[in-house]
C-alpha cells in the first residue's frame, strides 16, 4: 500500500522519482506527487490517478529542477482521491514536505489541537497532521523537530521530509512501515521497496523501527528517537527486480500471507480505545443499533465465506439473526428481509458486480446498507450508506488471503459492537474477546513458522485428485475457504462439507487413500468431529486435522495434525485458514502451477 521515494546527489531528482515510483506501482494507489527544492523554493506537483499523469504533468520531470526531493504513490485511507488529499503535504509556509505511509491513530486529538493552536487543515488526511506539527517544534534543528513528533504521534508511518532550509539534507523515518535507504556513487536513496532503487544502488540499509536517517550528497546518518547516533552496517542485494518486488518472497501470495498479521493489526487497531471497540463508520448509536432486527451478509467467494462465519459470531456474540447470501443470488430471489434489517455487503475491491447489485436493490428496498471493502473510493464505499474500510493494502495475487483475513476481523470488531450495544455481553466480556484479538497477529506469526512442516506433508499430495474438507459451525465455514484455496491456484478438485452431513451421500466417494482435512476448533463440537473422522478412516481415508492444542484425543484418530495456540473459539477461523492456506499454496507450487495468476480467475469480478 502506497510508495515512498526520495533522493539527493548529483543527478536531477524528479525523473528519478518517477521511474522509482514506476517500479512501485504493483503495491496499487490512486494519486501521486512530488516534491523537489529547486535551490530557493520546494515545488509541489500532485495529481490524481496513474502516475502517467504526473509524468505528463511535470513533462517527466523535466519541469522540476533540483537535485533532492520525495515522492509518494497514494493509496486512499483517510480521505477519497483528491489533488488535496494527495501527498506531499506541506506546512502553511511551504517550508517543511513531508510523504507517509501508514496510518497516525490518534491524528484527531492531534488535529484538534493543531487548530486550536492557529493551524490551518487543507486535506483529509492524517498525514497533514504531520506537516503542521514539523512546523510547530521546528527551531532550526530538523533533527530535534522530528524526533519531538515522533513522541507525540501513534500509529505506523514511514515519512520522508524536506526542509527548504537545510538544502543539502533529506531525513526517512520509520514505525512499522516499510522503509529503506541506499546509496551510490551519485547520491542517497529512500524508498519503501527494493525495486524502487534497484536501479540506481544495490547498496541499501533497512530502516528500523523509530529511527532517523539524515541523507545527504555524500552520505547519510542514523540516529534513534533519542537523538543518539548509532551505527549500521549496509546490505547488498542480489535479487532480480522481479523477487525484490516480492520482497525476496517466491509469490505474492505467500508475501501476502506473510502480511496478515499486519493487516489484521491494521484492522482493528485504529477501532479499539480504551479496552472497547469504536466503529464511527457506522455512523450508528447504540440505539440504533440495538433496533436493528436482522443482519443480511451478502457476498461471493471468499467474501462470502467471511460471511458465513460472521453469521456465527453475531450470532452468537449480539443474538441476533443474520443471514448470509451469494450476492449472485440474493439478487434473483425476491428476499424478504423485514423491518428493522440491515444489510452488510463484503467485497475486497469494492466492484464486485453481484454484490454491487445487491446493494442497490438493498437501498430501493429502503434499507441501510453496510460496505465492508478494502479499496478507498470504490463503487462500494461511494454508494453504501457507510463503509467500514480493512485497511489490508492492495493484494496482487488473485486468490486472497490476507483480505480475506481483514474481513474476518472486522466482523469480529461489528459483534463485539453489537453485542456491547445490545447488552449480550457486559464490558468484562468485551474486553477479553479484545485480549484474543490483539493476540491473533502473534499468533499467526507463530503458525505462518510452520511453513516448511507443511510445505513437507503438502509434497505428498500433489498428485492428488479430489480432497475433501469437513467441520461443524464455525469450523465448516473455515473448510469453505480452505477448499476454495486449494482448487483456485491448485486445480485439484476439493469440496467443503459440513461433517454431519457426511453420511447422506458424501461418504460414498471416500476411497482409500482420500485424503480429507478435518477442522475442528470448537470444544463442544469435538466429540462429534472425532466421529465424523471414524466414519471416513473406517472407508480409507487419510486424515490431516486442524485442531486446538487441548484436543488430544484428535492425535488417536487422524494421522496428521496441526495444532493452533489457544485462543476464542469464535475467533478460531483467523487461526485455522493460515495452514489451510499454506496447504493449498504448497500443492499448487509442487504442480507448477501460476499461483499468483490461476487460470480462468480474475482479481476483481466486475461482471456476471
Avoid at 41 to 70: C, F, Y
Avoid at 389 to 394: D, N, Q, R, S
Avoid at 506 to 522: K, P, R, W
Wanted: proline letters at 3%; one cysteine or more.
Amino acid at each position: 500500500m502506497c510508495g515512498i521515494v526520495g533522493y539527493i546527489g548529483s543527478r536531477q531528482a524528479a525523473p528519478v522519482i518517477l521511474d522509482g515510483l514506476s517500479r512501485l506501482e504493483y503495491r496499487g494507489y490512486d494519486s501521486a506527487g512530488m516534491a523537489v527544492f529547486d535551490g530557493q523554493r520546494i515545488q509541489m506537483r500532485k495529481a490524481v490517478g496513474r502516475l502517467k499523469v504526473l509524468e505528463n504533468l511535470t513533462h517527466g520531470g523535466e519541469a522540476m529542477k533540483g537535485n533532492m526531493g520525495i515522492g509518494h504513490t497514494r493509496w486512499a485511507t483517510h480521505g477519497a482521491p483528491s489533488d488535496a488529499n494527495s501527498h506531499p503535504h506541506m506546512n502553511a509556509a511551504e517550508t517543511i514536505a513531508v510523504v507517509h505511509n501508514g496510518i497516525i491513530e490518534n491524528y484527531i486529538p492531534l488535529k484538534k489541537k493543531m487548530v486550536s493552536r492557529g493551524y490551518t487543515f487543507v486535506s483529509e488526511t492524517d498525514t497533514e497532521v504531520l506537516a503542521h506539527l514539523l512546523d510547530y517544534y521546528y527551531k532550526g534543528n530538523p533533527l530535534e523537530a522530528i524526533t519531538k513528533v515522533l513522541h507525540r504521534v501513534e500509529g505506523s508511518y514511514a515519512l520522508g521530509i524536506l526542509f527548504a532550509d537545510h538544502p543539502d539534507e533529506i531525513y526517512a523515518v520509520r514505525k512499522d512501515s516499510p522503509l529503506i535507504v541506499g546509496t551510490s556513487s551519485d547520491g542517497c536513496f529512500i524508498a519503501s521497496d527494493v525495486p524502487a532503487i534497484l536501479k540506481y544502488t544495490r547498496t541499501v540499509y533497512y530502516v528500523e523501527n523509530q529511527e532517523v536517517v539524515r541523507l545527504g550528497k555524500d552520505g547519510m546518518r542514523f540516529f534513534s528517537v533519542d537523538e543518539e547516533e548509532i551505527s549500521k552496517e549496509p546490505v547488498t542485494i542480489d535479487w532480480d527486480a522481479n523477487a525484490a518486488e516480492k520482497a525476496g518472497y517466491e509469490h505474492f501470495m505467500l508475501k501476502e500471507m506473510y502480511e496478515q498479521p499486519k493487516t489484521i493489526t491494521d484492522t482493528i487497531s485504529p477501532r479499539i480505545q480504551d479496552d472497547t471497540v469504536v466503529i464511527d463508520e457506522l455512523q450508528m448509536t447504540d440505539g440504533e443499533l440495538s433496533a436493528v432486527k436482522r443482519l443480511h451478509i451478502v457476498a461471493c467467494g471468499s467474501a462470502y465465506h467471511a460471511g458465513v462465519t460472521g453469521k456465527y459470531v453475531l450470532e452468537g456474540l449480539a443474538r441476533i439473526p443474520v443471514e448470509v447470501d451469494l450476492a449472485s443470488e440474493f439478487r434473483y430471489r425476491d428476499p424478504l428481509m423485514g423491518e428493522g434489517s440491515l444489510v452488510i455487503v463484503i467485497s475486497q475491491s469494492g466492484e464486485t458486480a453481484d454484490t454491487l447489485a445487491a446493494l442497490r436493490e438493498s437501498q430501493a428496498r429502503g434499507y441501510k446498507v453496510l460496505g465492508i471493502v478494502n479499496v478507498v473510493g470504490s463503487s462500494i464505499a461511494r454508494e453504501a450508506d457507510a463503509c467500514m474500510y480493512t485497511w489490508a493494502g492492495p493484494e496482487i495475487a488473485v486468490a486472497t488471503t490476507k483480505a480475506y483475513s481483514a474481513q474476518l476481523a472486522a466482523l469480529y470488531l461489528l459483534a463485539i459492537k453489537f453485542g456491547l450495544a445490545r447488552g449480550t455481553i457486559d464490558s468484562d466480556r468485551a474486553a477479553g474477546l479484545i485480549r484474543d484479538l490483539r493476540r491473533l497477529p502473534d499468533q499467526i506469526e507463530l503458525l505462518l513458522g510452520q511453513k516448511e512442516k507443511i510445505q513437507r506433508f503438502a509434497n505428498r499430495y500433489v498428485g492428488a485428485r479430489d480432497i475433501f474438507f469437513i467441520g461443524r459451525g464455525i469450523d465448516y465455514a473455515i473448510s469453505l475457504e480452505g477448499s476454495l484455496k486449494l482448487k483456485e491456484i491448485s486445480y485439484v478438485h476439493s469440496e467443503a462439507y459440513a461433517a454431519g452431513e457426511l453420511k447422506h451421500g458424501t461418504i460414498s466417494l471416500i476411497e482409500d487413500g482420500t485424503l480429507v482435512v478435518a477442522v475442528s476448533t470448537q470444544p463442544k463440537l469435538y466429540q462429534k468431529t472425532i466421529s465424523n473422522i471414524v466414519e471416513v478412516k473406517a472407508r480409507g481415508a487419510f486424515v490431516m486435522a486442524v485442531t486446538n492444542e487441548e484436543n488430544k484425543p484428535m492425535e488417536k484418530v487422524s494421522d496428521y495434525c496441526v495444532y493452533l495456540p489457544e485462543t476464542n473459539p469464535y475467533f478460531a477461523n483467523s487461526l485455522a485458514i493460515i495452514p489451510l492456506q499454506l496447504f493449498g499454496y504448497y500443492v499448487a507450487v509442487g504442480k507448477g502451477c501460476d499461483v499468483d495468476k490461476p487460470r480462468n480467475l480474475a482479481k476483481s469480478v466486475t461482471v456476471e
